[in-house]
């Protein structure tokens, strides 16, 4: 026989997570045209800065052209109101002509001036453009589907494809109100392994997780908030858009652990045998609330019950047993 008495333990529960790279984006291009060549492969591994996608655009080239010949014009415009200006100084200077045509000269210079600077902009700016047929990639990663093909004409909306790095992955997750005021009253520096994380297939991934962030207020609709564990991927083994399960310590204070050897099972009910001051055994049922290894949790039972430990077959509901008492073990 065991006493059942009250203790504080470490639980571990799980919560739906959606899974995600810490760097993920979609790759579009930012102009219209056709796709002239690719140069990466769906799945292979690209660094940051390499040229991706190349789009041939007749337009912005005709664009460019154009901007490079209205720039030509305007600084042969300048030159010719600064030749205007110096001719019309000297005649002023010998006061052939007013000094009002030499402001009039002046003036055509200026306008001269600020056309030539919007004739830069022009051009700095096709040139900007025309760069954009070039699609590179923003950081190390690995490509993901391409979806579409040389020749294809793509616009600023199309998705080319993805880019992905999947050397840390953050896991994403919701805690409710009473869910989460167990998890922050555990001192989490003495438990290092307490936030891990279950594969679709049930299996445990190898590596533990880190803690990093919570959401700032609960969410009224569903009263719960918004964690986040981050995850190092050295193997690759997880990818963006799996799913899981966060597995979290929560500690519960003041509950009886209950040997699995200890109980019996009728349709959907657990129960034990209690042992009274008469050494008359009884049958009672209890809800576990969680099984830890070879014990379940609950908090049906009273502190300092005394309970049949093994031997279930032997005992019957009214019998009066004998036997030796033990301590439940944490």
Do not use: C, W
Request: net charge neutral; no cysteine; proline share 3%.
């Amino acid at each position: 026989m065991i006493v059942l008495e009250q203790t504080d333990v470490h639980v571990p529960q799980s919560y739906v997570a959606d899974i995600h790279a810490v760097h993920f984006v979609e790759v579009k291009p930012k102009i219209e045209g056709f796709i002239e060549a690719i140069y990466v492969d769906e799945g292979k591994k690209v660094k940051k800065g390499q040229t991706i996608f190349r789009l041939k655009s007749l337009e912005h080239n005709e664009d460019l052209k154009e901007a490079e010949a209205g720039h030509k014009q305007s600084i042969a415009k300048l030159k010719m109101a600064q030749y205007e200006v110096d001719r019309i100084s000297s005649l002023v200077e010998k006061k052939i002509i007013s000094q009002l045509r030499l402001d009039q000269a002046l003036a055509e210079k200026e306008v001269a001036e600020f056309e030539v600077k919007q004739a830069e902009s022009r051009v700095q700016r096709s040139h900007a453009v025309l760069s954009y047929t070039d699609i590179s990639a923003p950081f190390d990663g690995t490509i993901s589907r391409i979806m579409y093909k040389v020749g294809s004409l793509v616009t600023p909306n199309d998705l080319l494809t993805n880019i992905s790095d999947v050397s840390e992955m953050f896991a994403y997750f919701k805690l409710s109100e009473q869910d989460y005021l167990q998890f922050i009253k555990i001192d989490h520096s003495n438990l290092p392994d307490s936030v891990s994380l279950i594969l679709p297939d049930g299996s445990l991934y190898k590596y533990k997780g880190m803690l990093e962030v919570a959401g700032s207020n609960f969410e009224r609709g569903t009263g719960s908030i918004a964690f986040r564990a981050r995850f190092i991927n050295p193997d690759g083994l997880l990818k963006h858009g799996i799913s899981g399960k966060i597995q979290l310590l929560t500690k519960m204070e003041k509950v009886l652990l209950v040997p699995h050897k200890s109980t019996f099972e009728i349709l959907d009910f657990v129960y034990v045998y209690t042992v009274d001051k008469e050494n008359r055994v009884n049958a009672r049922s209890f809800k576990p609330l969680y099984r830890i290894n070879s014990y379940y949790v609950t908090q049906d039972l009273e502190p300092g019950s005394l309970i049949v430990y093994e031997g279930m077959q032997l005992v019957k509901d009214g019998m009066s047993i004998r036997g030796d008492t033990v301590k439940t073990k944490n």
